[in-house]
């Protein structure tokens, strides 16, 4: 029995690395090419191809619960059911609900090739702005990907499943931001009149740009039962994906003495009330970094602490609301600490020998942040997610 050594490769692949923003146009150029010797003269050909954009959550079935038929989540299901009542179903084989769609595309039909030809097309699709991100939490999972199905005549529908990462950035329909710039440019006569228009990613990072670079700091006193124990400063409340929170901690003013910090990098994601498993249930929190500090006798101290690239900035959705916030824990001595004397002559030495035991208290405070996205090409350099993927049919 010969082997049937004839077949169609086609490969997809994103153009522009594999981090978007919701709003943004995704284009993905798919090629086909017939893969047969070139002494064959029979042409292959497939039926259709055709992509599509499509979202899928995954829950934890011991953490949240689907809302009961009626509720806007399961309208939005059975609208996603009917959309993909099809024989393209680009999210077959895949785990959770499909919560997103966009409406298939068909790049070609009765696409017939020789052996050796090659035939491209681009596949563009815009990710509408009210699309969750890509999330990966403990409770819910959000994953994108780009399905191209293609089928021979007479033969099953093969898939070609291409990854994406897609950022959220809330507030780019405010275009207020603009007006100042317009209406420089109208007094200007030297100008042209007619402008080009500022792509979404241009507006976007405009507003990134906007709210993380306003340094208003703030100064919060840290204080437990005994007395003032630090005085915190973080020099601005927003940052982006990648950025360094920086801030300052002075114990010059404090009444009780710290022996030991840490500052911890902590996301909360909560699970809706309505969609929760169990009425007590509780917050889940996850660490993205830690600094961590003895001060004792230290009249000023720093920490810094980056945001990583591959998290997911705060956001909500009708099933989880993520949240960030920066865990503090402050070691306090209940007893008095003399301090290190320090000779006037410095020709003198002088040794400081700490207690060998001290009773300590443990304060927790906790200040939250917002953790904004970045530009989606700095996340892309940084992403190991695949931008390109192939298959035979």
């Known amino acids: 029995m010969q082997l049937q050594r004839d077949y169609v490769s086609i490969e997809a692949e994103l153009n522009r690395g594999s981090v978007y923003l919701a709003g943004e146009t995704v284009e993905c150029t798919v090629k086909f090419k017939c893969q047969a010797p070139s002494t064959s003269r029979q042409v292959q050909s497939l039926a259709w191809v055709s992509a599509q954009i499509h979202c899928q959550c995954h829950i934890s079935e011991s953490k949240?619960?689907?809302?009961?038929?009626?509720?806007?989540?399961?309208?939005?299901?059975?609208?996603?059911?009917?959309?993909?009542?099809?024989?393209?179903?680009p999210s077959r084989g895949e785990k959770g609900e499909c919560v997103?769609?966009?409406?298939?595309?068909?790049?070609?039909?009765?696409?017939?090739?020789?052996?050796?030809?090659?035939?491209?097309?681009?596949?563009?699709?815009?990710?509408?702005?009210?699309?969750?991100?890509?999330?990966?939490?403990?409770?819910?999972?959000?994953?994108?990907?780009?399905?191209?199905?293609?089928?021979?005549?007479?033969?099953?529908?093969?898939?070609?499943?291409?990854?994406?990462?897609?950022l959220v950035l809330y507030g780019l329909g405010d275009v207020s931001m603009s007006h100042e710039d317009d209406e420089l440019e109208s007094s200007n006569p030297f100008l042209a009149q007619s402008k080009p228009q500022n792509s979404l990613l241009d507006l976007a990072m405009q507003v990134l740009m906007t709210v993380t670079s306003k340094k208003s700091p703030n100064t919060y006193n840290i204080t437990n039962t005994e007395g003032v124990v630090a005085r915190f400063c973080l020099f601005k409340p927003a940052f982006k994906l990648g950025e360094d929170i920086i801030g300052t901690i002075d114990f010059s003013q404090s009444t009780v003495p710290c022996l030991q910090y840490s500052v911890v990098l902590q996301s909360e994601?909560?699970?809706?009330?309505?969609?929760?498993?169990?009425?007590?249930?509780?917050?889940?929190?996850?660490s993205h970094g830690k600094h961590q500090e003895f001060c004792l006798h230290m009249k000023k101290s720093h920490m810094i602490l980056p945001i990583p690239l591959h998290v997911t900035p705060s956001f909500i959705t009708d099933i989880v609301c993520l949240k960030w916030r920066l865990h503090f824990q402050f070691m306090t001595?209940?007893?008095?600490?003399?301090?290190?004397?320090?000779?006037?002559?410095?020709?003198?030495?002088?040794?400081?020998?700490?207690?060998?035991?001290?009773?300590?208290?443990?304060?927790?405070?906790?200040?939250?942040?917002?953790?904004?996205?970045?530009?989606?090409?700095?996340?892309?350099?940084?992403?190991?997610?695949?931008?390109?993927?192939?298959?035979?049919?």
């Not at 509408?128 to 819910?140: F, H, M």
């Not at 699970?271 to 996850?286: K, L, N």
């Not at 300590?360 to 200040?367: A, E, G, K, S």
Request: charged content about 20%; overall charge positive; proline content about 10%.
């Open 333 to 393: 001595s209940k007893e008095p600490i003399h301090d290190h004397v320090i000779p006037a002559d410095q020709s003198e030495s002088a040794v400081w020998q700490g207690p060998e035991s001290l009773p300590v208290d443990t304060l927790v405070w906790n200040l939250p942040i917002k953790i904004l996205p970045t530009n989606p090409l700095q996340a892309a350099c940084a992403s190991i997610m695949r931008t390109n993927s192939a298959m035979k049919c």
């Open 269 to 286: 994601e909560q699970v809706s009330e309505e969609c929760r498993r169990r009425p007590d249930q509780t917050p889940a929190f996850s």
């Open 64 to 89: 949240v619960q689907l809302p009961v038929s009626g509720h806007r989540l399961s309208t939005e299901y059975e609208n996603i059911r009917d959309l993909n009542n099809t024989d393209f179903i």
């Open 100 to 166: 997103f769609s966009t409406q298939p595309k068909i790049l070609c039909c009765d696409l017939r090739l020789l052996p050796g030809q090659c035939k491209t097309f681009m596949y563009k699709e815009t990710i509408p702005k009210e699309a969750p991100p890509s999330y990966r939490g403990q409770a819910v999972k959000y994953s994108y990907k780009i399905t191209i199905g293609a089928q021979r005549i007479g033969c099953p529908i093969k898939l070609l499943r291409v990854p994406l990462r897609v």
